[in-house]
T-cell receptor, first 110, second 116 residues
Framework: SQQGEEDPQALSIQEGENATMNCSYK?????LQWYRQNSGRGLVHLIL?????REKHSGRLRVTLDTSKKSSSLLITASRAADTASYFC??????????FGQGTTLQVKP | DAGVIQSPRHEVTEMGQEVTLRCKPI?????LFWYRQTMMRGLELLIY????????DSGMPEDRFSAKMPNASFSTLKIQPSEPRDSAVYFC??????????????FGPGTRLTVL
C-alpha cells in the first residue's frame, strides 16, 4: 500500500508534555506533509518536508524525515489542550495526489 | 481569500434521492480534490482535477458518483441515487503545484451527508 502507517493510533498526554507521532511508508516520495484535523472540521496543513530535508521546525512543531528508513516523526513540544486533534501524515509522489494515513488521535488533558 | 467554500454544510436526505455537493476552490489554484471521510475507511480520495480536467477518478466508488468542474471556480460532486452507506463527511480541497509534485492542500469545512 502507498498509504502512510501512523503510530500510535491514539495518544493521551498531560498539558505541557511533548507528543510524538510517527509515520512509516513504503514508496518513494517527493515530500511528506503533516495535517491536523479538529473534530468536525477540515484538515489544516501544518508542515511540509521535502525528501532532501532531514528536519524542519515550525513553532512548537518539529518534523524529521529519514528516507533510508522511510519514516517521519512529528513532535509537538509543550502541548496545550488546544492541540487535541487528529494528526495525519500525507505522502506526495509523482502521481499528482497526496496519500493520507489513518491518523493519530491526540488528546491533551488540561 | 475566503478559503475553500463548500455547500451545503449539512445534508440529510432519503435513500434514492439525488445529492449534489458544491465546492469553490481558492482562486488561482489549479488542482481540486474531492475526499470522503468515514470512521471505518478514513480519508479516501475520490477524484481530482487539474485545470478543470479530471485526472484520476479511480477512487469514485460506483457509477452512482459523478463529479464535474465546469470552470476554475466551481465543482460539483453528485450522488444519484444515494444510499445509506454513502453517509460520510465529504471534503473538497484545492492546491497550487509549483512543481510537478503535490504541494500544500487547503481543505474546505466539509459537507456532512446523512442518507436515511
Amino acid at each position: 500500500s502507498q498509504q502512510g502507517e501512523e503510530d500510535p493510533q491514539a495518544l493521551s498526554i498531560q498539558e505541557g508534555e511533548n507528543a510524538t507521532m510517527n509515520c512509516s511508508y513504503k514508496t518513494s516520495i517527493n515530500n511528506l506533509q503533516w495535517y491536523r484535523q479538529n473534530s468536525g472540521r477540515g484538515l489544516v496543513h501544518l508542515i511540509l518536508i521535502r525528501s532532501n530535508e532531514r528536519e524542519k521546525h515550525s513553532g512548537r512543531l518539529r518534523v524529521t524525515l529519514d528516507t533510508s528508513k522511510k519514516s517521519s516523526s512529528l513532535l509537538i513540544t509543550a502541548s496545550r489542550a488546544a492541540d487535541t486533534a487528529s494528526y495525519f501524515c500525507a505522502l506526495s509522489s509523482n502521481t499528482g495526489k497526496l496519500i493520507f494515513g489513518q491518523g493519530t488521535t491526540l488528546q491533551v488533558k488540561p | 481569500d475566503a478559503g475553500v467554500i463548500q455547500s451545503p454544510r449539512h445534508e440529510v436526505t432519503e435513500m434514492g434521492q439525488e445529492v449534489t455537493l458544491r465546492c469553490k476552490p481558492i482562486s488561482g489554484h489549479d488542482y481540486l480534490f474531492w475526499y470522503r471521510q468515514t470512521m471505518m475507511r478514513g480519508l479516501e480520495l475520490l477524484i481530482y482535477f487539474n485545470n478543470n480536467v479530471p485526472i484520476d477518478d479511480s477512487g469514485m466508488p460506483e457509477d452512482r458518483f459523478s463529479a464535474k468542474m465546469p470552470n476554475a471556480s466551481f465543482s460539483t460532486l453528485k450522488i444519484q441515487p444515494s444510499e445509506p452507506r454513502d453517509s460520510a463527511v465529504y471534503f473538497c480541497a484545492s492546491s497550487f503545484h509549483w512543481t510537478a509534485y503535490p504541494d500544500t492542500q487547503y481543505f474546505g469545512p466539509g459537507t456532512r451527508l446523512t442518507v436515511l
